[in-house]
């Protein structure tokens, strides 16, 4: 009997075994990997329609370019899934965000296939340019490419590195994934008959000795010269490579993403090129499962779901995002000066219904966070209120537009920060870091909500206090239920909320902790009879001092966050009590250590955080008090 498998993939152990099989069996190849893709991800989660979107592309690149010795340099990170299961991690990928699995974005110390770690948009040009002059400084000939995707190149980043090219190198390689999302489509006969021309080898060579013999004979340097603009305006007619033509590249394209010997042909054309290349190719985000192609926002990332149907499992909850979302259209309604802007997330903050109800009043400066701070700056400079909705962890990026364009100028921009604290998507996405610099800021008010109807309520204050404000809150919900019939609360600026009282220990919580504090809290008194108090830290800047000051010399006192310990909660409680008298302090939140990426449970155990360890530090602590 012939046991021997006839799946193509089984056979894929390294980028080499690509080139023992034919070009029709790789486009086989290419379904199988879909298939795989879809089933993964269907049981771990992740990002799902990118990467069947870039499956011919992947291919092509192993096929064509010689990795690890070539670098292939993936921009976001989260369009490398199809590139891990090609370089020896296709039985490794099925752990795919799973604790001390595979990671969802490239990362140096998984493979020597991942030169450079990624995770947010608009690093790879410039990452890839920084290979190129090191490997021209030290005389090597490898190959390097760049491939940017899902809107990157409109990153302000990626712009920079574009600019610095020409000057840098010669022999450097960038492909613009194009899936709809960036550079508008443009298809025909006659590209593709001009990438072919331009792209191969032969006209390049032709090229080079026409321009020699010309120099060579009088005036040739003019004739040339207006041989290649007419060249160049001619091109213009068709394709729009114009601009990165003026920034000394060689535009190619648009070529066809999913024409697995076009992709080949074209890459094998430029390989060798001494100029540097942009290869524009068109791609479908989803690519080859019905319910991606359908609702590519849906499945850009997304947690487990039913393959056959594309829903996800179990009824669906109210999230944080969510009643951001449905709060902003009441706002909308209320105050017309109200807008909200996004940073290319409109459906990951939860404004997707509010773009399509207030399409005059939504904007999407695209993957952009930096502009999107100083817009919202301008707006507010002429008396809009505008509702800022961008993830903790690319927050980051607009560290100095916060300070120096809304903070100083003391403007009414409202930061909505999602996804703050940790997340499965590992240290690339971990929103644990942005307060640390927040809470220096001048001028700024710092909100946590301790669920979805405190969330609606700070949202409400905001518009009242008329200042910069950042209300930070976890991806996901509380399952608690979201009251929005009822009349909107507003909060009193830098008050706390005792939510639970107790006189062995006050327990201090920063958003959502405060339920794990509250289950603390019932262990605590449950098995060792210790009564604690557990206190809502509404407001981390201005803080409730006077509030802590009482409490902290009465009883140990304890802080609990979903950040580091060392730039939020448990250095303001610190700074406020060093010089006043205090009964015994414990911090509890994310160390100075690089947290990796995992189910939250696994994390939260791992870090020491989940509700058990915590029980036995605190009364540990308490022993010694």
Request: proline share 4%; hydrophobic share 40%.
């Amino acid at each position: 009997m012939n046991n021997e498998s006839n799946s193509i993939l089984d056979k894929i152990n390294s980028p080499d075994d690509l080139k023992k099989f034919s070009v029709r069996e790789l486009e086989a190849l290419g379904a199988e990997i879909r298939n795989e893709l879809i089933s993964v991800v269907s049981r771990n989660g992740g990002h799902l329609a990118p990467n069947l979107g870039i499956v011919e592309l992947t291919i092509a690149l192993h096929y064509v370019f010689q990795s690890p010795s070539d670098k292939i340099i993936w921009d976001v990170g989260h369009q490398a899934y199809v590139h891990k299961i090609l370089t020896g991690r296709k039985e490794f990928f099925k752990t795919l965000r799973k604790a001390g699995g595979c990671a969802g974005f490239p990362m140096r110390d998984e493979s020597p296939h991942d030169p450079f770690g990624t995770g947010h948009a608009g690093t790879a040009i410039s990452a890839a340019l920084g290979m190129a002059a090191a490997r021209d400084n030290k005389g090597e000939n490898y190959k390097i490419v760049a491939v940017v995707g899902d809107g990157s190149l409109n990153c302000g980043i990626s712009l920079e590195g574009l600019n610095n090219i020409s000057e840098v190198t010669k022999d450097f390689i960038v492909i613009l994934n194009d899936n709809k999302m960036s550079i508008s489509k443009n298809v025909g006969a006659i590209p593709q008959y001009l990438n072919r021309l331009i792209s191969g080898k032969s006209y390049n060579r032709f090229k080079a000795f026409t321009k020699m013999m010309l120099k060579r004979v009088p005036h040739g340097d003019e004739i040339s010269q207006t041989i290649s603009n007419l060249g160049e305006a001619t091109k213009g007619l068709f394709v729009p490579g114009v601009f990165f033509e003026e920034l000394g590249l060689r535009y190619i394209g648009p070529v066809q993403g999913h024409n697995l010997p076009e992709l080949i042909r074209t890459l094998d054309g430029v390989k060798d090129s001494q100029k540097p290349v942009i290869i524009h190719v068109l791609t479908e985000k989803g690519c080859g499962y019905f319910h991606a192609e359908a609702q590519p926002e849906k499945f850009h990332g997304i947690s487990k779901f039913d393959p056959c149907t594309g829903d996800g499992y179990g009824p669906e909850k109210i999230s944080f995002s969510s009643a951001f979302g449905q709060t902003m259209l009441e706002i909308a309604e209320k105050h017309h000066n109200a807008v909200a802007i996004s940073a290319a997330m409109r459906s990951g903050t939860g404004l997707l219904e509010f773009s399509e109800k207030f399409p005059d009043r939504f904007y999407d400066v695209g993957i952009a966070e930096e502009h999107a701070a100083i817009f919202a700056a301008g707006l507010a400079a002429e008396g809009v209120i505008p509702f800022t909705a961008i993830y903790s962890t690319f927050l980051n990026r607009a560290l100095d537009c916060i300070y120096h364009d809304v903070c100083l100028q003391n403007l009414p921009v409202v930061f909505c920060c999602d996804r703050s604290g940790i997340v499965e998507d590992g240290p690339t996405h971990h929103g644990i870091h942005d307060v640390a610099f927040l809470r220096v800021m001048p001028n700024i008010c710092i909100m946590y909500p301790k669920d979805e109807t405190e969330l609606r309520n700070m949202l409400y204050t905001a518009v009242e206090l008329k200042k910069p404000v950042v209300i930070k809150y976890p991806r996901g919900g509380t399952g608690r239920k979201f009251l929005k019939d009822l009349a909107p609360e507003f909060l009193a600026e830098g008050r706390a909320e005792i939510v639970k009282n107790g006189s062995d220990l006050s327990i201090w919580a920063s958003g959502a902790e405060v339920w794990t504090a509250m289950k603390i809290a019932e262990i605590l008194y449950r098995s060792y009879s210790i009564e604690a108090s557990v206190v809502n830290m509404c407001f981390l800047k201005p803080f409730d001092s006077d509030m802590l000051r009482k409490m902290a010399l009465s009883a140990p006192l304890v802080t609990l966050e979903d950040a580091h310990v060392s730039g939020g909660l448990a250095v303001t409680v610190d700074e406020i009590l060093i010089n006043e008298p205090h009964k015994k302090i414990m911090h509890f939140g994310w160390n100075d250590v690089i947290v990796p990426h995992g189910e939250m449970e696994n994390l939260r155990l791992s870090g020491g955080m989940d509700v058990e360890s915590l029980v036995l530090k605190i009364v540990n602590g308490l022993k010694g008090s």
